[in-house]
Structures are given as C-alpha cells and as structure tokens.
C-alpha cells in the first residue's frame, strides 16, 4: 500500500487508496442496495450481449489462457461476468470487506484459485508493496485484459492510473475502463432527463453540487466524470490506441445524491511489442 508517514494521522494525510479502504470496509455490510444490484445488472448485461466480444476485440495470441485484471474489483460483479472467457480471473482491490465478498463469491461458484482469485493490494502507488497475500511480481503482469469499472474518479490522479494500469498488459492487450460521463445535454437519454429535471423545477447544475456533499465525497477525485474525448486523452498518454466509447441507453438512478447519471464502457489496446512507462 502507499507510504504514509506515522507522524501525520489527520485525514489529510491518508492517501486516496486508504480513504477508499476504509470508507468500503465501512459501507459494505450486509445486501447490496437494489440500486446497486440494477447498476451492476446494467453494466454485466452489455457484458453478456452478442456484441461485447466483437467490440472489445481482444487480441488471439494462440495460446489458449487469457488472463484477466480486475482491479478495484469489489464483490467481483466484473470478474464473474467475465471469468467463462478467461482461463485466470485475478481481482484486486484495498478493501479486506469487499475481497471477503469476492471470495465467497468464487467459493460459491466452486472456482479454483486458479481459475479466480482476488488479493489486497495498492497497484497504483509510487511505491508498489507486496500484495496479502503476496504474488509474484510476474503474476501482475502480461494480462490480455485489465477492467477497472466504477474506480477511475475513485482514483487520485486518473491519468497516473491508466498509465500503470496499461503497463500491466501484454502487448496488444486490452485495457477497459466503465464508469460515469458528465451530464453536459450531449445524448437524447441526457435531454430528456433534463426536460424531466426542468418539469420540477430543478436543474443538473444543482443535482451535481449537492452530489458533492454525499458521504463518498472524500473518496471521489473526479465527481462529474469522464467525457470521451478526457477519456481518449487519457489512454493516449498512456501510450495506449484503438479508444473504442460505448454508452448505455438509459441514465442509472443513484438514490444516495437523488439523482441520475449516465455510464460508460471505454476501451483501449496497447502496442504490440511495446513497452509502457509506469
């Protein structure tokens, strides 16, 4: 995990990926919302549908075992999904309470370890530390995909992420990212929200200032999302190509700042034969 001095205990001094840790080992007790539990549903069904794989276009390199990076993988709603394609499912995240639901998880659906497996560990820090339990620093390496879905404005510095990220993929793998892109009137699903919005006299400036203040704020780098041209921007720094942007239909209900958003799957490949700075 990142470093952070013992002489400084004040909330400011805790990195974001401690904030994270704790604020999910707080929450995540006990059933998921339904809101929750649709907004995964909505995510994993495009996951599901007949053309996620044509869209995705991961790379065949013949060998037969597709690894595949979960990371800030939560319960695991991501790594079940995708696991029948891969022949190894690797989930990380900061959150011993969240791992604990991803084992049971893979328990329950008589996985191997193998097969699919989760550890605690902070791979985005400037000082990468052992993972719990350890890896081998070649097991976090060379995945044909990394996903990282509803973590990027979670993330302190969102470009540093996609750069060491992307790092962790085999050449030509694929990197995807899923998460909120800004209410800005762009999509028809967008407008008519606020037409809705302007029915009651409300409007998104204030539904997004008041998302400010909700419970995770401290949690949160980046609160009004990502647009696709930030998006674009961010793989390619990361030396990163072939950005593909998806959109869902419709807005997702987020009851907890009495709003709505929009999300988005965005994908991007590495280079073959490349080698990313981290």
């Known amino acids: 995990m990142a470093h952070v001095s013992t002489t400084d205990t004040s909330p400011e001094a805790e990195s974001f990926a401690e904030k994270n840790a704790k604020h999910f080992n707080k929450v995540i007790t006990g059933e998921l919302p339904q ?71 893979v328990a329950k659906l008589g996985l191997s370890p193998d097969q699919m497996r989760a550890v605690r560990g902070d791979l985005l820090a400037d000082d990468v530390q052992p993972t719990d339990p350890p890896l081998a620093a070649d097991a976090l390496l060379g995945f044909d995909l990394v996903v990282t879905s509803m973590a990027l404005h979670h993330f302190e510095d969102p470009g540093t992420a996609i750069k060491r990220l992307a790092a962790r993929l085999r050449p030509g793998g694929v990197l995807l990212v899923i998460d909120w892109t800004p209410l800005d009137g762009s999509t028809p699903a967008q407008r008519e929200y606020e037409q809705e919005l302007r029915a009651e006299g409300k409007s998104i400036k204030a539904l997004e200032d008041s998302a400010r203040e909700h419970a995770a704020k401290h949690t949160i780098s980046k609160p009004n999302g990502f647009t696709q041209a930030e998006m674009v921007e961010l793989f390619e720094r990361a030396g990163c190509g072939e950005v593909g942007w998806k959109l869902a239909d419709k807005l997702s209900p987020i009851p907890v700042v009495n709003a709505k958003a929009q999300l988005f799957w965005s994908r991007a490949s590495r280079p073959e034969a490349s080698r990313l700075d981290t």
């Open 35 to 105: 809101w929750v539990r649709d907004l995964h549903g909505q995510i994993t069904d495009f996951f599901r549908s007949p053309e996620f794989l044509q869209w995705l276009a991961l790379p065949d390199h013949g060998d037969g075992g597709r690894r595949l990076l979960d990371y800030a993988c939560g319960d695991g709603v991501v790594s079940r999904a995708l696991q029948p394609h891969f022949a190894s499912v690797l989930g990380v995240d900061v959150s011993g309470a969240m791992l604990d639901k991803y084992s049971a998880a």
